[in-house]
């Protein structure tokens, strides 16, 4: 079984403070997303990468940055919190070569509060 | 650009019901139509994957079919029981690219 996992399930942070969420897929996806969630916005998509090194901008990259040193790890970066930055996020893998026939494998996600 | 609409937004019914899900979306190049569902706090779990050349899955109680001429999906969901209570969300895969574009999802309630 494909597996996800996302460094903490709630985090609080103050205001203007660097935030380092974690994330690590065990099946050796190329493939890694980093999405928020909101009530009424729906999933979004913040960044993605396509190798290591590699990264590309999604719908709302503003405040954010990423890093991808290993194949299995992709770390979202909030380089100064605001409250505006509450949200639940969510870390996604998938294959290059799954062609049509799979889907993302999703983290259980981190509840971040900044007060 | 595409966009994904889920109606209704919201939707309770009693146990047993059997009932359908819609989804839409504006661009028909796409590679797959995903379901997903999500229990409050957690993340998602795939429940339904149909590829574009496909008209429908079927997963146990679970149906999904798909029309790339109208852009609608349907997830049906026969004799509900109250476990299936959560949130329902499509995506649509975008042709040439692992990306996918999320509805807002259905919350789904069934009351025993």
């Known amino acids: 079984d494909v597996k996800v996992t996302q460094s903490s399930r709630y985090l609080v942070k103050r205001t203007g403070e660097k935030v380092f969420l974690e994330c690590v897929q065990d099946?050796?996806?190329?493939?890694m997303f980093w999405y928020r969630q909101d009530p009424g916005l729906g999933l979004r998509l913040i960044y993605f990468s396509y190798d290591v090194k590699m990264k590309e901008k999604g719908d709302i990259p503003e405040g954010y940055s990423v890093s991808r040193e290993k194949k299995e790890r992709f770390s979202l970066i909030l380089e100064s919190a605001s409250t505006n930055q509450t949200s639940m996020y969510l870390c996604?893998?998938?294959?290059?070569?799954?062609?049509?026939?799979?889907?993302?494998?999703f983290g259980p996600g981190t509840r971040l509060t900044v007060l | 650009k595409q966009e994904v609409t889920q109606i209704p937004a919201a939707l309770s019914v009693p146990e047993g019901e059997n009932l359908v899900l819609n989804c839409s979306f504006t661009?028909?190049?796409?590679?797959?139509l995903q379901w997903f569902r999500q229990d409050p706090g957690k993340g998602l779990t795939s429940l339904l994957l149909i590829q574009s050349s496909q008209r429908e899955q079927t997963s146990g109680r679970l149906n999904a079919s798909l029309d790339k001429s109208s852009g609608r999906s349907t997830l049906y969901i026969a004799a509900s029981q109250p476990g299936d209570s959560a949130t329902y969300l499509c995506?649509?895969?975008?042709?040439?690219?692992?990306?996918?574009?999320f509805g807002k999802g259905t919350k789904l309630t069934v009351n025993p």
């Open positions: 995506a649509a895969s975008q042709g040439g690219s692992e990306k996918l574009v």
């Open positions: 661009d028909s190049a796409i590679y797959n």
């Open positions: 996604a893998s998938i294959s290059s070569s799954s062609g049509i026939s799979d889907t993302q494998y």
């Open positions: 099946m050796d996806h190329e493939n």
